[in-house]
Every structure is written in structure tokens, then in C-alpha cells.
């Protein structure tokens, strides 16, 4: 009877355990704003909506994202990572291309690579990286390398979410190319969805 007894207890504190996990994460959604007559969010460029560093910021995912040469473009033109991050690089012309950025500290130079090759970068530090090629000077491209995994980028409607974010106090901002950062707490609840509006600063 002991023994039934504490196994029925250790059951019941497993389950506890797992309801307290799979409540521990929420997602926090809303929208950016733009009130700025004869301007909409698509003509600003990407808008990134992120939270802050702070401690106990999990690892970055595992993926590997990548930004294409083809065409003799970048494609994405932009692309957002969290840092720790890598990208690889893959080279998708008939014609060879150097990647490379002055953007420190996550500067780089890939140097010359040939039709079907990939190479691959670490983004390690938060920040803006501006993409070239030494040949083809028209070719640029931006990664926007957020801090925490916590980011998206707003669509074209300024819809985002982010998803697994631990209850608690944060610090949401915001970035545009074109636009002041904005910064503000959240106080994300235990379980369910925070909904937010974002006005944007023209």
C-alpha cells in the first residue's frame, strides 16, 4: 500500500511538474503602427520587433538560415537572426562572388567562391550587418542580428508575434533603417497572450 501510495504521489507531482512547464511560456502578438499621412509601414522597409537581452536568454535555434546569391542579388535582401546565430551563404550564379561586411564587430570576408558552393558566417553580436560583394557593386543586402531569440518581423500589415517568451517583466523595442528605435517594458502574464499595440516614432 506504501508503495502504491508513493507512486500515485510522485504521478501527480510529475503531472504538476509538466502543467507548470507547459504554462510557463506565452506568446506576445499585436501590431507597429505608422501615423504618417501618405507613408505606410512597406515604403519604411522591415520593421523588427525583439526583446532585449537579459539573464537567462536561452541558446539561439539550431537552423540554419541562409541569404542566397542569385542573380547577382541577395536574396533575402534581409534577414533577421538572433545572435549566436550562423548563415550560410550559398552561391546559386554561374559566376563566382565575395561576401564580405565592415559592419563591426561582425565583420567578415568570405572571399572568392564558385557556382554551387555555401560558406558560412557567425553572427555573434547584436547589430545591424550590412551585406556586399567585391564584384558587383550593386549587390547589397542587411541582417538584422537581434539579441535575444525572442524577435520577429512585422509583415506588411505590421502583424507580429513572438513565441515562448517567459512570463515576467521584458523590454520590447523595435528597429527600422528609417526610423527612431522604440523601447518599452511588457509585463507578460504566466499563461496565454499578451496583445499589443506599437505606435512607431516618424
Known amino acids: 500500500m506504501l508503495r502504491r501510495a508513493l507512486l500515485a504521489a510522485a504521478a ?8 507548470t512547464t507547459a504554462t510557463a511560456e506565452s506568446a506576445v502578438h499585436g501590431s507597429v503602427t505608422l501615423d504618417l499621412p501618405g507613408t505606410s509601414l512597406a515604403d519604411l522597409g522591415p520593421v ?9 536568454s536561452p541558446k539561439p535555434a539550431d537552423a540554419l538560415p541562409s541569404v542566397h546569391q542569385k542573380d547577382a542579388h541577395f536574396a533575402p ?18 559566376i563566382f562572388h565575395n561576401v564580405f561586411s565592415y559592419s563591426k564587430p561582425n565583420d567578415f570576408d568570405l572571399g572568392l567562391y564558385p557556382a554551387g558552393e555555401s560558406r558560412t558566417v557567425p553572427m555573434r553580436h547584436a547589430g545591424v550587418v550590412k551585406l556586399y560583394c567585391s564584384i558587383h557593386e550593386s ?4 541582417i ?8 520577429d518581423t512585422a509583415t506588411a500589415d505590421g502583424a507580429f508575434t513572438l513565441r515562448g517568451v517567459p ?36
Open 139 to 142: 549587390m547589397s543586402g542587411t
Open 48 to 56: 523588427v520587433v525583439y526583446l532585449a537581452r537579459e539573464a537567462g
Open 77 to 94: 535582401s534581409f534577414l533577421a537572426v538572433a545572435a549566436g546565430q550562423s548563415v550560410a551563404m550559398p552561391n546559386d550564379d554561374r
Open 12 to 19: 501527480l507531482g510529475a503531472a504538476g511538474l509538466a502543467a
Open 167 to 202: 512570463p515576467g517583466r521584458h523590454r520590447l523595442r523595435t528597429w527600422n533603417e528609417r526610423l527612431p528605435d522604440t523601447e518599452r517594458e511588457i509585463d507578460v502574464p504566466a499563461s496565454g497572450e499578451l496583445s499589443l499595440e506599437i505606435p512607431l516614432v516618424p
Open 144 to 151: 538584422f542580428v537581434a539579441p535575444t531569440p525572442w524577435f
